[in-house]
């Protein structure tokens, strides 16, 4: 289905511009929007609470957020300059 197709891509993409590091902050949006798509459509599937596999996406993509920009040193962001795309 469309739906599928739709997060496996942004999934696709958004991980590889984060293991990049370019636009790191937009990326990290796409992916908990992504995440958000993905529990309701498996909470309609099944229960929510047997949903574990969410949970860790959603724990490690809050720790990006709450990451200092300053702690990514090696990144495309940092390279081009891209620092003013944090909100």
Known sequence: SFIVTYTSWIELIGGMLLIAGLF???AIYL???NILIVTIGFSMAKAM????QVYVRL???IFLLL????WTVFSLDQLFDLHHLKP
């Not at 990451?67 to 300053?70: A, N, Q, T």
């Open 24 to 26: 790191t902050y937009p």
């Open 31 to 33: 992916l908990c929007l």
């Open 49 to 52: 609470w047997e949903n574990t």
């Open 59 to 61: 724990i490690l993509l």
């Open 67 to 70: 990451v200092p920009s300053s």
